[in-house]
């Protein structure tokens, strides 16, 4: 019995030497360590607006009358002063040539009695009254003449034309839509900013603007104009801004959104998995050259593609935990990861 007892005692004193062997050899958690670099960042200010032609105007039937000839194609291309359409004219020809004799022989009639002033055989008030008529008469050419021209209408500027609705031989009433032209070699932009937002916006700013018919190209362009009246419903003020449209892939009244860039800077940044929060705090566990870690309170901005800004609390170089926070904690020893111990963000692989 006793000799049992001194085996069972031998047997617990070696396995506890034992545990104790393996628990001194138990290595430092691995982590991957980061470097403190420089990142750009820019506020954002994100909003949604309607895109609008450059210019556009929509030619309709100055008055009731049949349509002799249509002269654009659906969806072409037109230049400025392009002949549109033609409405029936013969009216007005006729009154213009009517107009135009009577102005011949009202003038006629004014040299006659011109002469015959010269000689004594014709008043001052005669010839006053044939240069009266002879100009009434030249005013009625003129009245007509402007009635033809009403009736031939004409792009006031180049771009393209709507769909058309209506035909030659088609008697139209006054006010009809003809055609809509729409300049869109480049596009205004509208939307609405809150008026907290005003101070961050300027005219010249840049803005991209995205349409969901295009998810992965972005449109450019800069503040033209901003609204100088805020709206007291939605305290909100109109911007407009002007976007290149040389491929001609926006269209009017499209909806885009558009995202404002702001107050652009070159900041600190860490990746987003080496902060750690607690509470409203925020660290990051810096590591000495002995690889031992020490949390260190951080300031923060904006994040923006898996980067967080550093406002305050680092400075550019030094190293981090990049990834593996949670097998860390203040005070600890670590192993880092990778051949130089670091993994730089990619603006310090770039030299920036």
Do not use: W
Request: charged share 20%.
């Amino acid at each position: 019995m006793r000799n049992i007892l001194i085996s069972a005692l031998f047997l617990a004193l070696v396995a506890c030497g034992s545990g104790d062997k393996q628990g001194g050899a138990r290595q430092a958690p691995l982590v991957s360590a980061a470097t403190v670099a420089p990142e750009r960042f820019v506020n954002r200010i994100e909003a949604v607006g309607t895109a609008r032609a450059n210019e556009q105007v929509t030619l309709s039937a100055p008055v009731t009358q049949r349509i002799e000839r249509i002269n654009f194609t659906d969806g072409g291309f037109v230049s400025r002063g392009q002949v549109i359409a033609v409405l029936a004219q013969g009216q007005q020809n006729a009154q213009l040539a009517d107009a135009r004799a009577r102005a011949r022989e009202a003038e006629q009639q004014l040299t006659r009695l011109s002469q015959l002033k010269d000689r004594g055989f014709a008043t001052n008030a005669s010839v006053d009254s044939q240069v009266a008529a002879a100009a009434s008469a030249r005013a009625q050419a003129a009245e007509a003449m402007a009635s033809i021209g009403d009736r031939i209408i004409r792009a006031p500027f180049s771009g393209y034309a709507s769909l058309r609705t209506v035909s030659a031989g088609a008697v139209v009433q006054a006010g009809t839509e003809i055609a809509t032209i729409s300049d869109i070699s480049q596009i205004k932009l509208d939307f609405a900013v809150p008026e907290t937002m005003l101070s961050a916006i300027a005219v010249g700013q840049p803005i991209a603007a995205r349409a969901a018919a295009f998810p992965d190209e972005p449109f450019r362009g800069t503040i033209a104009t901003i609204d100088p009246v805020v709206d007291p419903a939605t305290r909100s003020v109109m911007v407009r801004a002007i976007l290149p449209n040389r491929d001609l892939a926006l269209k009017p009244g499209m909806l885009l959104s558009v995202a404002i860039e702001a107050q652009a800077r070159t900041t600190a940044a860490v990746p987003e998995l080496a902060v750690v929060g607690q509470g409203a705090d925020r660290f990051v566990f810096l590591i000495g050259d002995d690889n031992v870690v020490k949390r260190v309170p951080v300031k923060v901005g904006i994040r923006d593609h898996g980067m967080i800004e550093i406002v305050d609390g680092l400075k550019l170089g030094q190293k981090i935990v990049g990834e593996g926070v949670v097998k860390v904690a203040d005070g600890s020893k670590v192993r880092t990861a990778g051949p130089e111990n670091a993994k730089p963000t990619q603006q310090a692989a770039a030299g920036k």
